[in-house]
């Protein structure tokens, strides 16, 4: 029997991946702005009239506002307002939308180390938004935390972050133990394992790093 997903912020790198990463006989709903073309047929939800979502079986979140290199380090206050209206404000709104629409499991991208009382802005944001997911009382909740994403984007990379992965790519083979959650990973990778732990309901909160979805 097929079931039925949505997937919020579709358009970006991880969204895309995780919708075509989907089975074709799994019936996949995404909420976005702009239509794109995907590798599976999908159906089309207008992010701006999410207030009344459609049953499902589980809703995918991978919204995230673009963001430079500089900004996960120190965030430039011009940016703040904007990160946290798409990573917070509105992560949360959708979210409770999927409560009212009866959705019982959820799954959320947020990030490695991510922490409400971080004194770096960016994972602050990230672990506010954690912890009021888990407030919203769904019966399942999956949270992956990775650390860099690799994959194709829509744009081409900056220079700053091209030379950011080639680096870090090369640390990453010296990175084991507990420093392995700070790898990079393939957003097929997690995308992979995103949809694999949508279909085991664990009735709990689970965090997913580098390990569980490498």
Same mark, same amino acid.
């Given at each position: ?81 904007? @990160? =946290? ?7 949360? %709104?959708? #979210?409770? !939308? ?5 959705? /019982? ?73 507990? @420093? =392995? ?7 097929? %990778?997690? #995308?992979? !394992? ?5 279909? /085991? ?14």
């Amino acid at each position: 029997m097929s079931k039925k997903y949505l997937v919020a912020g579709a358009t970006g790198l991880m969204g895309t991946t995780l919708v075509n990463q989907i089975p074709l006989n799994e019936d996949v709903t995404v909420i976005a702005r702009r239509k794109i073309n995907y590798k599976r047929p999908v159906n089309f939800l207008n992010l701006d009239e999410y207030i009344k979502l459609p049953h499902a079986d589980h809703l995918f979140i991978c919204l995230g506002y673009p963001l430079e290199l500089r900004d996960l380090l120190l965030m430039r206050k011009s940016i703040k307002a904007k @990160f =946290k209206a798409v990573d917070y404000n509105l992560v949360i %709104k959708i #979210a409770e !939308a999927a409560k009212q629409s009866n959705i /019982k499991s959820v799954s959320v991208i947020s990030s490695i180390e991510a922490h409400p009382k971080s004194l770096n802005y960016y994972l602050k944001v990230k672990g506010e938004m954690e912890n009021k997911i888990k407030e919203l009382g769904f019966e399942s909740v999956n949270i992956f935390r990775p650390s860099h994403l690799l994959g194709e984007r829509e744009k081409e990379i900056t220079l700053d972050v091209k030379i950011f992965e080639f680096f870090t790519n090369i640390t990453g083979n010296f990175l084991f133990g507990w @420093f =392995k959650k700070y790898k990079n990973i393939q957003a097929q %990778k997690l #995308a992979a !394992a995103m949809y694999k732990k949508s279909n /085991k309901m664990s009735n709990t909160v689970d965090i997913f790093t580098f390990k569980d979805f490498s």
